[in-house]
């Protein structure tokens, strides 16, 4: 790792991703820190015992499993949140169903001003269906889960519909450069397609943003950031180390994209360097 960069992007997942890939295209020099590790196509859990293995589970002083582990639960006092941990976020682990939201979503007025009416959100549905290619298995009435949804549905009068999931279902080179083979129907999609049938950001926007330059480090954890004069600096400690040596790396921009427990609220294990994330947020 360089000493300074010009944008240090905090996660891999979809925010992450998607700002090294167009930082990076636009002549950025980008440095991405994961918390979690790389996990090839053939290496995600198969069977529960692996399963097992990759599971965190993190809930006010409790917590179990290694902090690289792939499926990172977080307990709360009322509800609990599963996240993914590894280079692609929880891209890695999700169902892939990639809907637009429904207009109703940002009239609501939680949002700020700058998200609920950005003019530049359509043009980004179109590049991210560009890259993650969203598409409806043709063949899915002929599916038992289909037919099962067919009889469910028909209680409301209506027809199921083939959700559009971020799946090649044909041998591809992506946009991305990266070779894929079918889906195979297998269903594992949530515990990690060890097909590399799915678009996930570890097989889409990280490449991208590696072909244009992009350097990316795993199983580093950021811990705070600092302001310091017209640049921020990005403190890091192994992930799974307990005594690992911190180090720094400094940036003129920081995109802060550690999903939504973490950039978003004070949380572990950024917790103690809240009001600092906060600020640089909102930069
Ligand atoms: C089982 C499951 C199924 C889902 N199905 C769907 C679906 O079908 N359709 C849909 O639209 N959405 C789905 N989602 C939700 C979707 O995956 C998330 O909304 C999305 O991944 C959020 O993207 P993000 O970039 O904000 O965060 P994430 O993808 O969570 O990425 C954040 C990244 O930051 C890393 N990170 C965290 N802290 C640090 C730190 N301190 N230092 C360095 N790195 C850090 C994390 O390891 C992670 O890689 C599903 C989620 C799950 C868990
Ligand atoms: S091959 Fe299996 S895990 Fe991969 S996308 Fe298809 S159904 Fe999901």
Redesign the pocket.
């Known amino acids: 790792m360089k000493p300074a960069y010009d944008v240090v992007v905090?996660?891999?997942?979809?925010?992450?991703?998607v700002s090294a890939s167009r930082l990076s295209r636009a002549g950025q020099r980008v440095c991405v820190?994961?918390?979690?590790r790389e996990v090839p196509t053939g290496a995600f859990p198969g069977r529960l015992p692996e399963l097992r293995r990759e599971l965190q589970l993190n809930g006010g002083k409790m917590r179990s499993g290694a902090r690289t582990g792939l499926y990172?639960f977080r307990l709360g006092a009322d509800i609990h949140?599963?996240?993914?941990?590894?280079?692609?976020?929880?891209?890695?682990?999700?169902?892939?169903?990639?809907?637009r939201p429904d207009a109703r979503v940002f009239a609501d007025r939680a949002w700020p001003e700058e998200v609920a009416n950005d003019e530049l959100l359509g043009l980004g549905f179109e590049r991210a269906e560009i890259m993650l290619r969203p598409s409806r298995y043709a063949k899915a009435p002929e599916l038992t889960k289909y037919r099962a949804l067919e009889t469910a549905s028909a209680a409301f009068g209506q027809d199921p519909v083939a959700?559009p999931?971020v799946v090649s279902f044909e041998d591809t080179v992506n946009p991305a450069g990266v070779t894929q083979p079918a889906c195979t129907l297998c269903g594992d999609c949530?515990s990690g397609c060890n097909v590399g049938a799915k678009n996930t950001?570890a097989m889409t926007y990280l490449p991208d943003a590696k072909a244009h330059g992009a350097e990316i480090f795993t199983e580093?954890?950021?811990?705070h950031v600092e302001k310091r004069g017209q640049s921020w600096r990005v403190h890091?400690v192994p992930?799974d180390e307990k005594d690992g040596a911190p180090r720094y790396v400094d940036a003129k921009t920081v995109v802060l994209?550690?999903?939504?427990?973490?950039?978003a609220k004070a949380s572990p294990?950024?917790a103690t360097s809240s009001p600092l994330l906060l600020a640089a947020a909102r930069r």
């Open positions: 905090v996660g891999s997942g979809y925010g992450g991703g820190i994961e918390r979690g990172d949140v599963l996240v993914g941990c590894g280079l692609g976020g929880g891209s890695l682990i999700n169902a892939g169903v990639a809907l959700a999931v949530c950001v580093l954890s950021v811990s890091i992930t994209s550690a999903g939504t427990l973490v950039s294990p950024m």
